[in-house]
T-cell receptor, first 117, second 112 residues
Framework: NAGVMQNPRHLVRRRGQEARLRCSPMKGHSHVYWYRQLPEEGLKFMVYLQKENIIDESGMPKERFSAEFPKEGPSILRIQQVVRGDSAAYFC???????????????FGDGTRLSIL | QKEVEQNSGPLSVPEGAIASLNCTYSDRGSQSFFWYRQYSGKSPELIMFIYSNGDKEDGRFTAQLNKASQYVSLLIRDSQPSDSATYLCAVKMGGTASKLTFGTGTRLQVTL
């Protein structure tokens, strides 16, 4: 499967636990983006990463959330001390490097549905 | 004013008709425009993207962009029941690296 791979597909955590969501970009893509979709709401940008660099984290909550994209391995979105309001679908997207001002198309993974008990 | 606005619908069209989905955006510096289709409980799937004013056609889909009016649309010809989904308009705004700003989507229902 050459698409964007996310795991796990479903994740259940109790309040106060940590959640780790993983994303491997499409082959040939070097840019990774994380989005969150709350029930009945649109997709909201969280963070944009390239290998070993966070390019834009303007959509990340200031506390408890962090993201990384190491030189080797998948991108990780980490949520510490989860609360009920963190329940959502978390989507990862990837793209090729862009040229000029136009954004390269982003392709989405199947998402991780996070449920907080 | 929302940055990217779409009518939430539902937009109901009969099978075989043309479905017209519309989107307006607030930032005149926006550079790239994308349409995604999302079935209930599934992930967004890229349908079309357009960068320049005018029309871009791909099979039954046509994207139309008018930067002066800050308006982008998606036409679906010969609509099929399988086209029933939520269509998301996404915009790369000027000076925002590569992040996309999404509208809340228009739900399309194609009836038999």
């Amino acid at each position: 499967n050459a698409g964007v791979m996310q795991n796990p597909r479903h994740l259940v955590r109790r309040r106060g636990q940590e959640a780790r969501l993983r994303c491997s970009p499409m082959k040939g893509h070097s840019h990774v983006y994380w989005y969150r979709q709350l029930p009945e709401e649109g997709l909201k940008f969280m963070v944009y990463l390239q290998k070993e660099n966070i390019i834009d984290e303007s959509g990340m909550p200031k506390e408890r959330f962090s993201a990384e994209f190491p030189k080797e391995g998948p991108s990780i979105l980490r949520i510490q001390q989860v609360v009920r309001g963190d329940s959502a679908a978390y989507f990862c997207a990837s793209s090729r490097a862009g040229t000029g001002g136009a954004g390269q198309p982003q392709h989405f993974g199947d998402g991780t549905r996070l449920s907080i008990l | 004013q929302k940055e990217v606005e779409q009518n939430s619908g539902p937009l109901s069209v009969p099978e075989g008709a043309i479905a017209s989905l519309n989107c307006t955006y607030s930032d005149r510096g926006s550079q790239s425009f994308f349409w995604y289709r999302q079935y209930s409980g599934k992930s967004p799937e890229l349908i079309m993207f357009i960068y320049s004013n005018g029309d871009k056609e791909d099979g039954r889909f046509t994207a139309q962009l008018n930067k002066a009016s800050q308006y982008v649309s998606l036409l679906i010809r010969d609509s099929q029941p399988s086209d029933s989904a939520t269509y998301l308009c996404a915009v790369k705004m000027g000076g925002t690296a590569s992040k996309l700003t999404f509208g809340t989507g228009t739900r399309l229902q194609v009836t038999l």
